[in-house]
Structure formats: structure tokens, C-alpha cells
């Protein structure tokens, strides 16, 4: 008696999945080269999402405007970024010895509640660290950020003086009007996608920020612009991002006051306003907006972290929308789709149309 065949549809999900794991390694290979192009094209797409904005919902703002002013702006925000980086690097810099002292002073009293015969002191950890021999690591890293700054600059220049050629290549590239259309309505729902979770981060990232800077005024702390900065390019990386910036400044809180105190109360408050917005707000704006089941969130997260690092942390959730939109288009990937999906319908609105 001959086997019952294996049926279609799973041969086609297991070449999808198959696929994926080898896109996997050639992404994890052409890194150097990929993560700054993807930055780049991430970078364009808020920048034409600005200028959509500006022209759509500023009354009389001139078209031919548009463009050059969310490109100043975006250049302005990444400006600021890097400045409040220099500014308060130097100010650490230059108060290192009362930090130190007050990191000695933690480490006594920490000893001492532990019992422990010898007190560390912060030169005794670095020698026991030896950081000398991390300088290589740390030295590659800088050359690597440099390198990734410089080239998403160039990518970014290259895509927005090629980007009136899109519409063109667009319209050669399919050959009936059908296959036009169903490749619009993918790179419509792409944008949207990202677009949509953009706007969401956003608007969660300057809620936190807000919510944040108000506690750290109250409790005294100090750099609090650069703490804020943090906090809100910390929140792009979904699901633990918000969760890891707001630890930061709770922590130059210990080596700022005198107490111990202060310093709890104001990790206690940052968690408790980012649990706050991500629990309650997010999730319904989320809903609203982008239809990724949360466990694709973390599993986006992870993976590309694991391919990309910082960088493909950032960008997981986009690349996901990207990838339910794409995988829905295809009979044999359209169950992973599916799967991907918060609701089954990984079209979203489109499906109400078919």
C-alpha cells in the first residue's frame, strides 16, 4: 500500500521556512553592507512620511518645500542627538572624581552589610577588569559605528536623488496593469506598516519621555536632557527597550545622591510610568494600527538582533510588517502569514476589498 503523499501546501511552507533560514545566514554575512543601506531606507521612509504630513495637514505649506524641510529636520534631531552625547560626556568627564568617591562610599557600605573581609574600591575593580585588554574590542566597535554613520549618510543621499525614478521602474517592472496594482497595494501596505509603527513609537516614546523628565526634576537629578534622549531613542527597540532606557538614569541616580533612597524611588516611578504607557496605551494604538501578534514582536526582536545587532534591533518590527505583507502575497507562504498576523488576516483592511 503506497504512502499517503505529503500535501502540497506543506512542502510549500517548508520551502518558505527553508528559504528563510538561508536569507538568514546571507544576511548575517552581507551585514557590513546591509545594515547601513537599511538604515538608510528606514531613514527615507520617515523623512517621505514628514513630508507627506507637512503637506497634508499644514494648511497652504508650499509641496516643493516639503522634502528639504524633513530632511533639515530629521538632520536637526540627529544633530541635537550627537550633541547632547559630546556635551555630556565632557561633564561626566570632568566630575569622575566626586562619581568615583561616591562609588567607593557605595562599595563600603555594601561590604559591610555583606561582611565581607576586603572592601572593593572602583581602581581596584578596573585593575582586577584590566580594560586595556577590552581596548581592541571597543576600538573595532568605534571604527564599525563610524564606518555604518558615514555609509547610511551615502545610501540616504543616493535613495533620495534617486527616489523620482521609483515610480518609473515601478510601472517597467510588471507587465500587465493586474500585476501593477497587486504591487502597489504591497508596497502601500508596507509603508503603511511602517509607518504606523513609527508613529506609535513615537508617540509612546515622548509620552514616557515627558512623564519621565517630570520625575527626575522633581527628585533632582541632573543632565536630565540627555537621560530624556536615551529614554526615547531607547523605545524603537520593542518590547524591552523603554524597560532598559529608563534604567540608566536610575542608576547615575546612585552615584548622584547622597542616599540611596532617591535613587530607588526614581526606578520604581520610570518602570512604573513605562508600564504604565506600554501596558495601557500602546497596545491599544497598536491595534489600532499594526497587526503583528506580540510573540512575532519578540521573536523579530530576537532574531534580528541575533543577525544585525543594535541595528536589526531597531529595525525588527518594521522588517516584520515587511515580511507578513510579502509572505501574504504567496499561496505557499501565505499560512505563515497567518501565523505572523495578530487577527488571521494578515491583509488587514485589504481583505475587506477581496
Request: charged fraction near 15%.
Amino acid at each position: 500500500m503506497a504512502k499517503p503523499a505529503i500535501p502540497l501546501r506543506a512542502l510549500q511552507a517548508s520551502n518558505v521556512v527553508m528559504a528563510v533560514i538561508l536569507v538568514g545566514i546571507a544576511l548575517w554575512l552581507l551585514r557590513r553592507i546591509l545594515e547601513p543601506f537599511a538604515l538608510a531606507v528606514f531613514l527615507l521612509i520617515m523623512i517621505d512620511s514628514l513630508a507627506r504630513a507637512l503637506r497634508a495637514r499644514i494648511r497652504g505649506f508650499p509641496p516643493a518645500a516639503a522634502l528639504p524641510s524633513a530632511i533639515a529636520a530629521i538632520i536637526v534631531i540627529l544633530g541635537l542627538a550627537v550633541w547632547l552625547t559630546v556635551d555630556n560626556a565632557a561633564d561626566f568627564a570632568s566630575r569622575s572624581a566626586g562619581y568615583t568617591a561616591r562609588i567607593n562610599a557605595l562599595l563600603v557600605g555594601a561590604a559591610e552589610r555583606l561582611g565581607m573581609a576586603a572592601t572593593p574600591t572602583v581602581s581596584g575593580l578596573i585593575r582586577e577588569l584590566n580594560p586595556v585588554r577590552y581596548a581592541g574590542v571597543f576600538a573595532s566597535g568605534l571604527s564599525h559605528f563610524a564606518e555604518g554613520a558615514v555609509f547610511v549618510l551615502i545610501y540616504l543621499g543616493f535613495l533620495l536623488a534617486s527616489r523620482q525614478g521609483f515610480a518609473a521602474k515601478a510601472q517597467a517592472f510588471f507587465a500587465t496593469e493586474a500585476e501593477r496594482d497587486e504591487g502597489d497595494r504591497i508596497f502601500d501596505r508596507i509603508r503603511r506598516g511602517v509607518e504606523s509603527y513609527i508613529w506609535v513609537q513615537t508617540v509612546v516614546g515622548v509620552m514616557i519621555t515627558g512623564a519621565s523628565a517630570a520625575l527626575m526634576l522633581v527628585t533632582g537629578l541632573t543632565h536630565i536632557p540627555f537621560w530624556c534622549a536615551i529614554i526615547f531613542l531607547a523605545n524603537y527597540v520593542p518590547a524591552v527597550g523603554a524597560a532598559i532606557g529608563v534604567l540608566f538614569p536610575a542608576a547615575f541616580g546612585l552615584v548622584e545622591f547622597t542616599t540611596v533612597w532617591p535613587a530607588i524611588g526614581l526606578v520604581v516611578g520610570l518602570e512604573a510610568i513605562h508600564f504604565a504607557v506600554s501596558h495601557v496605551v500602546q497596545p491599544r494604538m497598536q491595534g489600532q494600527s499594526l497587526n503583528l501578534d506580540p510573540i512575532v514582536v519578540l521573536l523579530s526582536l530576537a532574531f534580528w538582533g541575533l543577525v544585525w545587532g543594535v541595528v536589526g534591533a531597531f529595525l525588527s518590527t518594521p522588517l516584520a510588517v515587511m515580511a507578513m505583507a510579502i509572505l501574504a502575497e504567496f499561496q505557499g507562504s501565505r499560512p505563515i502569514a497567518v501565523l505572523l498576523s495578530r487577527d488571521g488576516k494578515p491583509y488587514g483592511d485589504v481583505d475587506a476589498r477581496r
